[in-house]
T-cell receptor
Framework: AQKITQTQPGMFVQEKEAVTLDCTYDTSDQSYGLFWYKQPSSGEMIFLIYQGSYDEQNATEGRYSLNFQKARKSTNLVISASQLGDSAMYFCAMREDYTGGFKTIFGAGTRLFVKA | DTGVSQDPRHKITKRGQNVTFRCDPISEHNRLYWYRQTLGQGPEFLTYFQNEAQLEKSRLLSDRFSAERPKGSFSTLEIQRTEQGDSAMYLC?????????????FGSGTQLSVL
């Protein structure tokens, strides 16, 4: 069974500092995709960054980067230079192949609070 | 195109009533997903469509739930004989193509409250 684990229910970070949000996953597949989504208080899920299981380089997207450790099955999100607008829920997700297509499953999320 | 749209944004109903939600995906997206999200949790997969074909239903989806995508465009999710445990945010998402690289584009959701 697939599983995504986010062990940090809440995190605080000072504005302009960096923060790391943890995510581990469980899969027996060799080919899969890992995603992070942001959900602000407005409720809409916003795609942030993607890492493929075969990608050798850690993904980066502006202030977002991933610390992908395949052997440990972890994909931690690093947000650099935190801004007040980064305060939101962050979800780690995995999309993998199964009979009939692809399915994306989500972790329970981490709520990030950015302090001024 | 302005993205995935869902209607209504909020729905309050009495226990035992039927409700129907609508989702309009991004026009060129052939895949459409329904998720349910309760407070403080991540989205839980309910079902998905490739064009008009419903390819999978989660075990979370009881017989009271039904989803359709009749022409491969918009989709509806109906809940019959609603229960208080059905109270949640119902999210619709769409994506293009078959690649595992494809991210999901979400709507703003329908918040259901069953009294």
């Amino acid at each position: 069974a697939q599983k995504i684990t986010q062990t940090q229910p809440g995190m605080f970070v000072q504005e302009k500092e960096a923060v790391t949000l943890d995510c581990t996953y469980d899969t027996s597949d060799q080919s899969y995709g890992l995603f992070w989504y942001k959900q602000p208080s407005s409720g809409e899920m916003i795609f942030l960054i993607y890492q493929g299981s075969y990608d050798e380089q850690n993904a980066t997207e502006g202030r977002y980067s991933l610390n992908f450790q395949k052997a440990r099955k972890s994909t931690n999100l690093v947000i650099s230079a935190s801004q007040l607008g980064d305060s939101a829920m962050y979800f780690c997700a995995m999309r993998e192949d199964y009979t009939g297509g692809f399915k994306t499953i989500f972790g329970a999320g981490t709520r990030l609070f950015v302090k001024a | 195109d302005t993205g995935v749209s869902q209607d209504p944004r909020h729905k309050i109903t009495k226990r035992g009533q039927n409700v129907t939600f609508r989702c309009d995906p991004i026009s060129e997206h052939n895949r459409l997903y329904w998720y349910r999200q309760t407070l403080g949790q991540g989205p839980e997969f309910l079902t998905y469509f490739q064009n008009e074909a419903q390819l999978e239903k989660s075990r979370l989806l009881s017989d009271r739930f039904s989803a359709e995508r009749p022409k491969g465009s918009f989709s509806t999710l109906e809940i019959q004989r609603t229960e208080q445990g059905d109270s949640a945010m119902y999210l619709c998402a769409s994506s293009l193509g078959e690649s595992r690289m494809k991210e999901l584009f979400f709507g703003s959701g329908t918040q259901l409250s069953v009294l």
